[in-house]
């Protein structure tokens, strides 16, 4: 993340995993995987900014039907949480 909030994200892709990172800092921002051993639910989860990281600083989204809804879910959360007000 930058001074300004902002961060530069993209998405990289394994089988059962695609994850969400900001390719300014390379932080890992979120990881979209399966649940269990099914091809059909898949679980958001956010990797929270606040450091020193620890896993009580992670937090679900939510379980999805596929991996493209759970993957918009983690875009979604990351765009309201840069967003900033101007007075």
Do not use: C
Not at 35 to 57: C, M
């Amino acid at each position: 993340m930058t001074v300004d909030g902002s961060i530069d994200p993209t998405w990289t892709e394994s089988v059962d995993t695609h994850y969400y990172w900001d390719q300014r800092t390379g932080r890992l921002l979120g990881l979209v995987f399966k649940f269990a051993a099914q091809n059909v639910v898949w679980n958001a989860k956010v990797i929270g900014r606040e450091l020193p990281w620890s896993q009580d600083r992670e937090y679900h989204l939510g379980q999805f039907m596929g991996s493209d809804w759970a993957r918009r879910a983690m875009e979604e959360h990351w765009l309201r949480e840069t967003r900033t007000l101007l007075a």
